[in-house]
């Protein structure tokens, strides 16, 4: 559009400048990723993963989703029923790669610790993603058979590692609990991560060890 001053941009920014007074920029910022016909759940997934890495799983918004991408609200709703739906779906992504990046370790012939560490190394690198995993989304995975069926197969890994019969073994959920709960205190920052790794080598030989 052209406005009176001649210069087809100024409309834009009188618009975008009062948008900013009210508090509503993104109301007028073009899409960062224009969405061209193709693969919509990926892209509200791939994006919604940027979300993740920036800020983490609260403010994952479909509104702020699709506006990213350039889409209508209304044309996520067509694939995910809410956003816990793109958050499940989301999340399990995330234990099929989780699984994945474990796969190498249990073949290892020191398999409690190679998975340990890979665990660890894959808290630290995708750390919105991780908290997301096992964040409240986890605990509706009843809803949502494909987040269930991967949590479940990363369950089975830890436990074959930890040379148990089963996940619910008293040995593997141990294992488990320690390789966890060590992941979290690394993402939280409550160990520098410069030494999260030799650090997490040493506790899971130490362990190994004991039992």
């Not at 559009?1 to 993104?26: I, N, W, Y």
């Not at 089975?156 to 992941?183: F, T």
């Not at 080598?201 to 190994?208: G, K, L, P």
Request: hydrophobic share 45%; glycine share 8%.
């Amino acid at each position: 559009m052209t406005t009176g001053c001649g210069h087809p941009s100024v409309d834009f920014h009188l618009r975008r400048q009062v948008a900013e007074r009210l508090g509503k920029r993104s109301l007028v910022d073009p899409p960062r990723h224009p969405y061209h016909r193709g693969n919509l759940p990926k892209a509200l997934r791939a994006v919604a993963r940027e979300i993740l890495d920036e800020t983490g799983p609260e403010d994952v918004q479909l509104r702020e989703v699709t506006r990213r991408i350039g889409v209508s609200a209304t044309a996520a709703y067509r694939h995910f029923q809410n956003k816990d739906g793109l958050l499940a779906s989301i999340a399990a992504e995330g234990f099929g790669e989780l699984a994945v990046h474990l796969e190498g370790a249990a073949a290892d012939r020191d398999p409690l610790v190679r998975t340990g560490l890979a665990y660890v190394e894959f808290a630290l690198q995708k750390r919105g993603l991780f908290r997301l995993m096992f964040g409240p989304i986890l605990a509706e995975r009843a809803k949502y058979p494909e987040l269930a069926a991967g949590f479940d197969v990363v369950k089975r890994m830890v436990a074959r590692a930890a040379d148990g019969p089963s996940e619910e073994n008293a040995a593997a959920l141990a294992a488990w609990g320690l390789i966890h709960g060590l992941s979290v205190l690394f993402i939280d920052g409550l160990v520098p991560e410069p030494h999260a790794r030799s650090l997490a080598e040493e506790i899971f030989v130490r362990w190994r060890e004991a039992v």
